[in-house]
């Protein structure tokens, strides 16, 4: 059965860092590029944060470079989202996202809220 299980969301103070973790099981996670979404009540899913199969190549949306960093262990098929100097505005569900060529896989999401 696929799978992908995010974990480590929660409430954090602005400036906060939480590390969110995606774990994947039933298919072979090395071969997929991955990625995190984000969606923000009343708005569209944005891509906040990409990495290729092999973890050379990422790329990260405007409004969280150089404060959020995707990482991966293919040995144990996990995905990381580091997320440090939060802001109220990235308060959103965070969905993990593996997909090579047609073949696409999502997480059920899990809360980020950004709140004094």
């Known amino acids: 059965q696929v799978q992908l299980v995010e974990s480590g969301g929660g409430l954090v103070q602005p400036g906060g860092s939480l590390r969110l973790s995606c774990a994947a099981s039933g298919f072979t996670f090395s071969s997929y590029a991955k990625s995190w979404y984000r969606q923000a009540p009343g708005k569209e899913r944005e891509r906040a944060a990409f990495?290729?199969?092999?973890?050379?190549?990422?790329n990260y949306a405007d409004s969280v470079k150089g404060r959020f960093t995707i990482s991966g262990d293919n040995a144990k098929n996990t995905v990381y989202l580091q997320m440090n100097n939060l802001k109220p505005e990235d308060t959103a569900v965070y969905f993990c996202?593996?997909?090579?060529?047609?073949?696409?896989?999502w997480g059920q999401g899990t809360q980020v809220t950004v709140s004094s």
């Open positions: 990495m290729s199969s092999g973890g050379k190549n990422t």
């Open positions: 996202n593996a997909q090579v060529g047609r073949s696409v896989y």
